[in-house]
């Protein structure tokens, strides 16, 4: 993961997207995993993984959605990246 002086947070292709959305919010927001909302709130992680891990080139999957004030984007070829909403998405 990488992220830029704009918040924003960027990785590569994944094999547990759930995971690294979970790793990518907990490193931009400085915090412990454990300590961010539950992501099953929001998105089934099951049906995330599933949808976005598998993907190619030819066949790119990218789900967004907002979690912990952030816009996540979940994207089958290039990875989680993050913006600010700038809404508390507690």
């Given at each position: 993961m990488?992220?830029?002086?704009d918040?924003?947070?960027?990785?590569?292709?994944?094999?547990?997207?759930?995971?690294?959305?979970?790793?990518?919010?907990?490193?931009?927001?400085?915090?412990?995993?454990?300590?961010?909302?539950?992501?099953?709130?929001?998105?089934?992680?099951?049906?995330?993984?599933?949808?976005?891990?598998?993907?190619?080139?030819?066949?790119?999957?990218?789900?967004?959605?907002?979690?912990?004030?952030l816009?996540?984007?979940?994207?089958?070829?290039?990875?989680?990246?993050?913006?600010?909403?700038?809404?508390?998405?507690?």
């Amino acid at each position: 993961m990488t992220a830029d002086a704009d918040g924003s947070a960027t990785n590569g292709p994944l094999e547990q997207p759930s995971i690294a959305v979970i790793e990518a919010v907990a490193t931009a927001t400085n915090r412990d995993p454990i300590d961010l909302p539950c992501l099953h709130d929001v998105v089934d992680p099951e049906a995330l993984d599933a949808l976005t891990s598998t993907g190619s080139a030819d066949t790119r999957v990218s789900v967004s959605f907002d979690y912990d004030g952030l816009e996540v984007t979940v994207d089958s070829v290039d990875g989680v990246e993050l913006r600010a909403t700038g809404r508390d998405g507690n």
